[in-house]
């Protein structure tokens, strides 16, 4: 079973950066698909950013893309998500989630995060104007 915790989350200004990071555990680190969804209130869930940890494929939602970057980290284990330019708009609870590894991409995966298999428990961004 695989467990995903998210941190890094917080209150900034507009104009403001933060810097999510997920870490994987319970499972032999291979490489799988990973991303960053968000829930704001009274909202549905949205797609951020995937990233297929083995070759460095990227998806960006068009409301981030030219502000936030998901990138591995140092083992396929981690992700994070480097946000500038920080939006009232981006306030939300972020979720990291992973999707089984046998998937060679993360192809299949909708804007809702409907094909991804595992989620953390969130991490809240709170922006202020």
């Known amino acids: 079973q695989v467990q995903l915790v998210e941190s890094g989350g917080g209150s900034v200004q507009a104009g403001g950066s933060l810097r999510l990071s997920c870490v994987a555990s319970?499972?032999?680190?291979?490489?799988?698909?990973m991303g960053w969804f968000r829930q704001a209130p009274g909202k549905e869930r949205e797609m951020v950013a995937t990233i297929y940890t083995g070759g460095g494929v990227t998806f960006y939602a068009d409301s981030v893309k030219g502000r936030f970057t998901i990138s591995r980290g140092n083992t396929a284990n981690r992700v994070h998500l480097q946000m500038n330019n920080l939006k009232p708009d981006d306030t939300a609870m972020y979720y990291c989630?992973?999707?089984?590894?046998?998937?060679?991409?993360?192809?299949?995966?909708?804007?809702?995060?409907?094909?991804?298999?595992?989620w953390g428990e969130g991490t809240l961004v709170t922006i202020s104007s």
């Open positions: 989630a992973a999707r089984e590894s046998y998937y060679a991409d993360c192809g299949g995966v909708n804007l809702s995060g409907v094909g991804m298999d595992y």
């Open positions: 319970g499972y032999t680190y291979t490489t799988r698909c």
